[in-house]
């Protein structure tokens, strides 16, 4: 198997429908293939949150770790598109709205995400083609 640490790692609450369509829809724009994927439930999940001090059981937010740095919130949306590259690294440019108002917008998202987008009840399952990205 093929050494993946340097590798962007995105973690998402795995039961979340929200978080499980933004992760298909990083699956397929991601051409290079450069992201990696992990459950914030999953055993990887919660050892990388722990490395990083955050508490391993709030799912509030998605995680991206990426050159040894931990982005959160809307700065871990923005930095995903920024690595896939045009066009979607445009959206960029929504960096220059305050973080307390990204945050606060992004907050609220997942306050209900439930709620407007539903939960399953297990953590999504990759299609065979993707398996090999998940952790």
Same mark, same amino acid.
């Given at each position: 198997?093929?050494? /993946?640490?340097?590798?962007?790692?995105?973690? $998402?609450?795995?039961?979340?429908?929200?978080?499980? !369509?933004?992760?298909?829809?990083?699956?397929?724009?991601?051409? &290079?293939?450069?992201?990696? $994927? +992990? &459950?914030?439930? #999953?055993?990887?999940?919660?050892a990388r949150l722990r490395a990083f001090g955050f508490s &391993?059981?709030?799912?509030?937010?998605?995680?991206?770790? /990426?050159?040894?740095?931990?982005?959160? /919130? #809307?700065? !871990?949306?923005? +930095?995903?598109? =920024?690595?896939?590259? @045009? *066009? @979607?690294?445009?959206?960029?440019?929504?960096? @220059?709205?305050?973080? $307390?108002? =990204?945050?606060?917008?992004?907050?609220?998202? !997942?306050?209900? %995400?439930?709620?407007?987008?539903? %939960?399953?009840?297990?953590?999504?399952?990759?299609? *065979? &083609? @993707? %398996?090999? %990205?998940?952790?």
């Open positions: 198997m093929e050494d /993946h640490t340097n590798a962007p790692l995105i973690l $998402f609450d795995g039961v979340c429908n929200l978080c499980n !369509a933004s992760v298909q829809w990083v699956l397929l724009r991601d051409k &290079a293939g450069i992201f990696r $994927f +992990a &459950a914030l439930q #999953s055993e990887t999940g919660q &391993a059981d709030r799912f509030d937010t998605v995680v991206l770790l /990426h050159g040894g740095r931990c982005y959160t /919130h #809307s700065d !871990a949306a923005l +930095a995903v598109c =920024r690595l896939l590259g @045009w *066009p @979607w690294s445009w959206l960029t440019v929504f960096r @220059w709205i305050p973080r $307390f108002i =990204r945050d606060g917008v992004y907050r609220l998202v !997942a306050r209900y %995400r439930y709620r407007w987008f539903g %939960r399953s009840e297990s953590c999504l399952l990759p299609q *065979p &083609a @993707w %398996r090999d %990205r998940f952790l």
